[in-house]
């Protein structure tokens, strides 16, 4: 209609209806920036406290009425009058127009609000006495076809809005056009330019998955109904239904909704839905009494049946871990079947106790698809073209499956990715010159695209294929190379410098792949984007090799690498298993299915001439790496406990500065003097003395490759810059890293241990407080901060970790509001700080002789990602410029015992002695005198000025301290 429009509604929104003030300063900000109109949804909250009563209304629409909000309005008749108020203000007949489904049994009570003269258009899909109502209407997963007759025409109408549902939201936006004046053109013209409504019955379709998966707001009983029905119209072979009940809510629904869930689909899983403050457990236990089962029965149940059977055969499954429950239903499903995840719709978070926890349905469900395709595509990949249409003699020159780096002559591999799918791209990868696409069978490629193509090769999985092709593009270059691929939870990247440089020493010119880069040679270094890069990156860099005459690639085998098929072409001699702990879960969802990954490196241990197994024996899985492959082939074990291994320590001294070790082998006793420090690092190195043992080495040369390792970047990396304790920066981010960490510190008999550590963002939650513990009971002082917090409040991520203590935020700031401590039973001092730089600065500040500081998690790494954003930040640098900061307050003479260090990356604060400055506005002199601050706006000078008015002021002159800002 050419009508500038606003909106208010739920959709990133505090509340559906904003409060009054929000409503009116909304209003008059679309009214300045040309808006003509506004649509609003008017809540019964909003109706009911207010917030709409000096909205002057023109047009008032019921869509229809059903159980919700009774923790508010208490009963149904409040309810209905609440939603009444919209419809009282419609008094004028000439501007006045009311709006209503009359298919809702209170659509005349509706009618009769307000002034009777006011003009009213119905609308309904079963009433065909309606004023607007649907000739005939088609559904489909993907779209709504509706013909629908209104007063003045007749207007068919396609739309991506999906259900019956929808059907009453078209009829209901067709009516306000109408009620408004648009021409029966502009109305279909504008209901089909909605691609969709976030969270309303939403579609997630990564491209391939034989099956539909939805995603929808509905968290009360009709709209559940509803939208079941919905589902089964569209001819869903099973319905798979998770959903969920808020806490501190209509605890009445609650039994009805699964009632409604069982009735109408064939599996059911019951999980949690902003819980808030109350147990999640208890939520379900109202659920599940909508079967008549409680969770104790539930748990009896499963004794015999995962998804026990109900008494109308269909099954039932409970978790409270919202995204386990996706998984779950995602994972079962097959094809035919439609999975709906229902009640969070557009919602991007979780509500659990007093925090805001990022969760998206939808993200959740893709990723879910992703990791479940990539399950498959491991398991079954087939290398067979099931078609090829062109041109198939063009020449192909090089192979990608990035189309930005396409050059002419190249085949480009539609691959998925978990971001973006290749088959998007094949018309940009044919305009730069690929001679040949490769495509998967189930995905629907544009014809436009197609056309442009010289030639098309159809497969059943273009990411199963990738690997087969790479290999054999560049000539299977592992089958030229002597490759280690070294496995395990810790102690990988170690490792795989150690055997390197035992290579190196045996004369053999070696290769590297791993967390810290790729090394074709001494002068060729790339950094590495994934611990195991991608199959086609592999094959590439291993050929790269071979033309450099290497002889030997010393390789980490990720979990994520070998589950996603990245190893699947590589020629392996060597697999060694270095230890096994909890980590990944967020990718792998259970310890089995990430054990299972690690063993995939095992399994092509097949050749007893050629190939050579390599095991810690004191890891509890060692049995399981032992076992795969060919039991014919050739076992080196290694241990420092057990004495029946083929290599292990006579013994050892540990230092700060390194380690001696005597260490037995099957070809005698060598003595080992190594830069490595710590007790875990001893495992590494007996891990690379059994490959050099493995391989043919001789001892003197697996002597001299490992001392010849002066270290590794990140790894127990010693920060000396002239002071009287040690400080450690380590890669340590899992619990077993942690603990052996410390452990290795502890046998350094320092006076104190001091260690900061955080945990990562959106990624395993569940070994937060288990690092919290471990480190508290191993540390005399540990400082918990942020690591890589990426879209996760940190301060939730802290949380979790505190609760490894049993305590929470709110605990820990009770506990230091008269110290900038909590002491814990066991001694240990607690600290907390969401500013990792301020973090480390604080631990050196404190550090003293004979002191070891502890810095875990990030090691080599050299940024922090936060939201979306990767800024550089170094572990190792932070500490050594803490440390010459550190050394120059003291030679200044400044106390730092309480020293306090900033809220940000500008700014220094110092503690200075109360007594030496005589009143506020010396300190503000001092502050903004003839210093120029290093952001010099006024903006800043203010912020700074009223944050230590209004801060430092009440908390600060407490005490006999003052803080002054140096630029």
Known sequence: MGMRTGMLGTEEAQNTTPDAVAVQKLMAKMVHNGAKAVVMEASSHGLALGRCDEVDFDVAVFMNLTRDHFDFHRTEQEYRKSKAKLFSKMVDPKR???????????????????????????????????????????????????????????????????????????????????????????????????????????????GRQPFGVIVDFAHTPDALSKLLDTVRELGARRIIIVV???????????????????????????????????????????????????????????????YPPLPNGHRLFVHDNRRVAVRAAIAMAEKGDIVVVAGRGHEDYQLQGHNKIHLDDREECREALHYINKLHRAGKANATPISIHGDTQVPITGIQHNSKEISPGDLFVCCFGSKTDGHLYITEACEKGASAVVVTEVVNVEEEALHCCRALVIVEDTNSILPRLAASFFGHPSKRLSVVGITGTNGKTTTTHLVKSVFEAMGSKSGMLGTLGYCIDEDNKLEAV????????????????????????????????????????????????????????????????????????????????????????????????????????????????????????????????????????????????????????????????????????????????????????????????????????????????????????????????????????????????????????????????????????????????????????????????????????????????????????????????????????????????????????????????????????????????ELSWGRGEEERWVLVEKSKKKEWKQVKANLFGDRKPRRDTKDHKNEVEKWLTNELLKACFKTRWIYVYIF
């Open 530 to 897: 994934n611990t195991t890069p991608d199959a086609l990156t592999i094959q590439r860099l291993m050929a790269e090799m071979a033309r450099n005459r290497a002889d030997a690639i010393v390789m980490e085998a990720s979990s994520h690498g070998l589950e996603l098929g990245r190893c699947d072409e590589i020629d392996f001699d060597v697999a060694v298993f270095t230890n096994l702990t909890r980590d990944h879960l967020d990718f792998h969802v259970t310890e089995e299915r990430y054990r299972e990954s690690k063993l995939k490196l095992f399994n092509k241990m097949l050749d007893p001439d050629k190939h050579r197994k390599v095991v810690n024996i004191d890891d509890p899985n060692a049995s399981y790496f032992i076992a795969r492959g060919n039991a014919d082939v050739p076992l080196v074990t290694f241990g420092m406990d057990s004495k029946n291994c083929d290599v292990r320590p006579l013994g050892l001294e540990i230092s700060l500065f390194g380690t001696k070790l005597s260490i037995s082998t099957p070809k005698g006793v060598v003595e080992i003097n190594s830069a490595l420090v710590g007790r875990y690092n001893v495992y590494n190195i007996l891990a690379a003395v059994s490959v050099g043992i493995a391989v043919g080495g001789q001892l003197e040369e697996i002597k001299r490759g490992i001392e010849g390792l002066a270290g590794v970047p990140g790894r127990c990396e010693l920060i000396d810059e002239g002071q009287n304790f040690g400080v450690i920066v380590d890669y340590a981010h899992t619990p077993d890293a942690l603990s052996r960490l410390l452990d290795a510190m502890r046998e350094l008999a320092p006076k104190r241990i001091i260690t900061v550590f955080g945990c990562g963002g959106q990624r395993d939650s569940g070994k937060r407080p288990l690092m919290t513990r471990i480190a508290t009971n191993k540390s005399d002082v540990v400082i918990l901060t942020s690591d890589n917090p990426r879209n996760e409040d940190p301060l939730n991520i802290l949380e979790g970790m505190l609760a490894g203590v049993g305590l929470t935020m709110q605990d820990y700031v009770q506990l230091t509001h008269d110290k900038n401590y909590a002491q814990l039973n066991n001694g240990c001092q607690l600290l907390v700080h969401d500013l990792r730089r301020v973090a480390l600065q604080a631990a050196i500040a404190m550090g003293k002789e004979g002191d070891i500081i502890v810095v875990a998690g990030k090691g080599h790494e050299t940024y922090q990602i936060e939201g979306e954003t990767r800024k550089f930040f170094d572990d190792r640098e932070e500490c050594r410029e803490a440390l010459r900061y550190v050394r120059e307050l003291k030679k200044a003479g400044i106390d730092i015992s």
């Open 96 to 206: 006045h127009v009311k709006i209503v489904n009359i298919d809702d049994p209170n659509a005349k009570f509706f009618i009769a609000q307000g002034n009777r003269g006011v003009p009213v258009l119905t609308f309904a899909v079963e009433n065909k006495n309606a004023d607007i109502y649907p000739l005939k209407f088609e559904l489909s997963l993907t779209t709504t076809k509706v013909l629908i007759k209104t007063p003045n025409d007749v207007l068919q109408i396609s739309s991506r809005l999906i259900g019956r549902h929808n059907v009453y939201n078209i009829l209901a936006a067709a009516a306000v056009g109408i009620a408004v004046g648009a021409s029966g053109e502009e109305i279909a013209r504008g209901i089909e330019g909605v691609d969709g409504v976030s969270g309303r019955f939403e579609s997630i379709d990564v």
């Open 244 to 306: 969920g009940c808020a806490g501190e809510s209509d605890k009445g629904k609650r039994p009805i909704m699964t009632e409604l869930a069982v009735d109408k689909s064939e599996v059911v899983i019951l999980t949690s839905d902003n819980p808030k403050t109350e147990n999640p457990l208890n939520i379900l236990d109202d659920m599940l009494a909508g079967v008549g089962w409680t969770m104790h029965d539930y748990v009896h149940y499963c004794k015999n049946d995962y």
